[in-house]
């Protein structure tokens, strides 16, 4: 038990973003004097504000450091009340409060301090609703996602399913690596198949048809055995993927699900790119949540995997060049280089991928026929980077020039700073040697209006170049990175902002439509390929309801799981379009994800929904079927 805990509350005011209230008690047999209160919180203070009760000593984007008054003791058992007026915006929800809290003692040690929940004040912050109705399914097979055309008649359930004689070994191997993701996913279930014949059982012949599409499989089920026939295998295995759902949903639940006996199921996917993405900066998740993510990824046929490496909070990949990155990149806390965020408390918090755990996670990946595509996100969204490497930054620029949308004073690496080049150069060529798919992923998202106009460096640039303003600085810069990474074979993904400032080259370009669906037409308009990921629909983080009950964030609404899964990323776009969107995206930011209940809740089922968008076409969706499949299916 904490020795003090911090409670907070929230009340609106007309013509403002409201006030806060917090009270820290004191639990300890002790007075308490002589310290300062640090806070974390998506709920920023403003520079302009009024605080009554206490002062504000310093704020670094989510990190808050109050002081009491001057002299001010807290008995045992007593509390210090202060309140806050003046905010960035307007909390939402429940978890737009405290995250993590401490107290630096007068000997300079730190202290845990325990809170709670966002308190509305003056009303009732409501229920948050069931996200699932029960759901049913007319046709009674667990399929998901559901396939382009299917034909089949229920029977008696086999044992087991197996190889038939003769199978070709990289077919057996094929039915191996999906039952051992099986067993990962579901270890307390009987498994799906065996390896030889097993009586009560069914085999399964392998057929390689060329006819069939990339990625596409067919079923044909009969008396004696099932045939499975694809062209690659991709295709196989999206297969075998299929006939252990089948299994898996008549064994779980019987009464509502059955195994075919007879019949045919004809499927491929709708889009090529059918990606998750995850934000291991804010909060890191170790090797093992990792490659279980892939494995959810791949039970719901997505193919890609969006590893989102870096970020303001943290740089995550060891670079071998540059041992700074994660030796100060990675570690946030009281008394390290980076303080404090969306979580951190009064010890120091690290995490980082050694190369080794890169190429682990990528073979992993590949073994289930998903591509990982790594992002490390530049020119903005690096003041991981240059705390960690101060040589990146033009010295003669005013330190606080200007602020990102999320609070970070000057976070974005410098175009006209040779060095950054040289440095992204050392970067890519480390990066290449361990993910071989064909896309880098370089950010590109949210520089701050007014960058680097204060750098005499980009002032000369600008110069030199005729350049106006920061949108065509950044172009000038991500021209020059899509040119470091032809030189290497790979192809730019970024987010749409790329396209800001006249952009980059069309060819070999893709680019994420985040900020709202219109910007995916306005991309597809400029030649740009596009994937679709509206933080509308998309976004994981996204509270599901509007009450204040349920957790997540708020800046594109709310979005439940009926909405993610109904929504048509391809209905946005005109027919003469079409051909531009390579496919759709959900995205995992994880700054309210502090637990792994919190990650469950708010990314399924949601991810299974947008697996289901990529996969299947819109007019063989259907809620209530997803709703009563869906149940089963795993989470991290």
């Known amino acids: 038990m904490a020795d003090y805990h911090l409670e907070a509350s929230w009340s609106p005011i007309e013509g403002s973003f409201g006030r806060l209230t917090f009270t820290l008690f004191n639990l300890s047999t002790e007075p308490l004097s002589g310290f300062s209160l640090a806070y974390t919180s998506e709920t920023r203070v403003a520079d302009k504000h009024v605080c009554d009760g206490g002062s504000l000593k310093r704020q670094v984007a989510h990190f808050h450091e109050f002081l009491p008054p001057e002299g001010l003791s807290v008995p045992p058992g007593g509390r210090w009340r202060f309140t806050v007026e003046g905010l960035t915006r307007a909390p939402k929800h429940m978890t737009s409060g405290v995250k993590s809290a401490y107290l630096t003692l007068g000997d300079g040690r730190h202290v845990s301090v325990g809170f709670g929940d966002l308190m509305l004040e003056g009303r009732d912050g409501g229920v948050a609703p069931p996200i699932l109705p029960p759901g049913r399914a007319e046709e009674p097979y667990s399929l998901l996602p559901w396939p382009l055309a299917l034909g089949l008649k229920a029977g008696e359930l086999p044992v087991v399913l197996y190889p038939a004689e003769p199978t070709r070994p990289d077919a057996v191997k094929a039915l191996s690596l999906v039952l051992e993701l099986y067993q990962r996913l579901y270890p307390a279930d009987n498994v799906p198949f065996s390896l030889s014949a097993v009586e009560g059982g069914r085999a399964i012949r392998f057929v390689i048809e060329s006819s069939i599409a990339a990625f596409a499989y067919e079923l044909r089920f009969t008396a004696h055995e099932i045939v499975l026939s694809s062209a690659d295998a991709a295709g196989r295995h999206n297969g075998l ?73 943290a740089w995550r990949l060891e670079i071998k060049a540059y041992p700074a990155l994660t030796e100060i990149g990675a570690r946030r806390g009281p008394d390290e280089v980076l303080v404090p965020q969306l979580g951190d408390g009064a010890q120091t918090r690290s995490g980082h991928y050694t190369q080794q755990d890169a190429r682990r996670i990528v073979a992993h990946a590949a073994s289930l026929h998903i591509e990982v595509v790594p992002e490390i996100d530049i020119p903005g969204h690096s003041m991981a980077t240059l705390f960690s490497l101060p040589e990146l930054v033009d010295g003669q620029e005013a330190p606080d020039s200007y602020r990102s949308v999320q609070g970070y004073p000057n976070n974005a690496l410098n175009p006209a700073v040779e060095f950054t080049y040289e440095f992204l150069g050392k970067v890519f060529d480390e990066m290449v040697t361990l993910f071989p798919g064909e896309y880098l992923h370089i950010g590109g998202d949210e520089v701050a209006h007014g960058s680097w106009l204060s750098s005499p460096l980009c002032k000369a640039l600008m110069e030199r170049e005729k350049l106006t303003g920061t949108a065509e600085l950044q172009s000038y810069f991500l021209k020059r990175i899509k040119a470091m990474l032809s030189e290497r074979g790979k192809k730019l993904v970024g987010w749409n902002e790329v396209s800001h400032g006249g952009g980059v080259d069309r060819d070999g370009t893709l680019l994420m439509a985040w900020e709202k669906p219109e910007v995916g037409i306005e991309l597809a308009q400029q030649g740009y390929d596009v994937v679709m990921t509206p933080g509308q629909a998309y976004y994981l983080d996204m509270a599901q309801a509007e009450a204040w009950a349920e957790p997540g964030a708020s800046w594109a609404g709310h979005a439940p799981p009926e909405h993610t899964y109904a929504y048509e990323a391809e209905g946005e776009l005109p027919e003469v379009l079409r051909e531009k969107m390579r496919g759709i995206q959900a995205c995992i930011w994880t700054e309210n994800f502090l637990s792994r209940a919190y990650f469950n809740r708010l990314v399924f089922p949601r991810l299974p929904a947008v697996a289901e968008a990529a996969w299947t076409p819109s007019a063989r969706k259907d809620w209530d079927r997803f709703a009563a499949i869906v149940r089963m299916w795993p989470v991290l």
């Open 241 to 313: 993927i299929s006939l252990a759902q089948l299994l898996h949903g008549a064994r779980a639940d019987p009464e509502r699900f059955k195994f075919p006996n007879f019949g045919t199921i004809a499927d491929q996917p709708r889009y090529d790119w059918r990606g998750c993405h995850l934000d291991v900066s804010r909060q890191f998740y170790p090797v093992a949540d990792v490659v279980r993510l892939i494995d959810i990824l791949a039970w719901n046929k997505l193919n890609i995997f969006h590893w989102h490496l870096t970020d303001d909070e």
